[in-house]
């Protein structure tokens, strides 16, 4: 069972920058980014593959996030930019061991706990 740990939330102003990182504790192939806003049903932000290094994005955060990866580390980082108000919500983790599925979050089998992003007007 691989486990997510997430860290790098917090509140920042419209405009500012936050970073996210998410560590797994085995073996994943994808591992990207949801996440969820009040009232919201929780959605896709960004993925990457772990060999071909092929990346997805969100077309709300298409030019302002950029996801990369240490695949020595397990590790992922969702560097946000830009942030706007509509930005916040609790964003996920997620991995799976499949090499296809980026967007589609039923192809995800494991998960982290989730981390609190804010933004301020």
Request: charged fraction near 15%; hydrophobic fraction near 35%; charge should be positive.
């Amino acid at each position: 069972q691989v486990q997510l740990v997430e860290s790098g939330g917090g509140l920042v102003q419209a405009g500012g920058s936050l970073r996210l990182s998410c560590a797994a504790s085995g073996r994943t192939s994808i591992m990207g980014w949801f996440r969820q806003a009040p009232g919201k049903e929780r959605e896709f932000v960004a993925a990457m593959s772990g060999s071909a290094g092929i990346t997805r994005y969100a077309d709300s955060v298409k030019g302002r996030f950029i996801l990369s990866r240490d695949s020595a580390k397990n590790t992922v980082y969702l560097q946000m930019n830009s942030l706007k108000p509509e930005d916040t919500a609790v964003y996920f983790c997620a991995a799976h061991l499949s090499y296809v599925a980026f967007t589609d979050q039923r192809a995800y089998n494991y998960w982290g706990q989730g981390t609190q992003v804010t933004v301020s007007s």
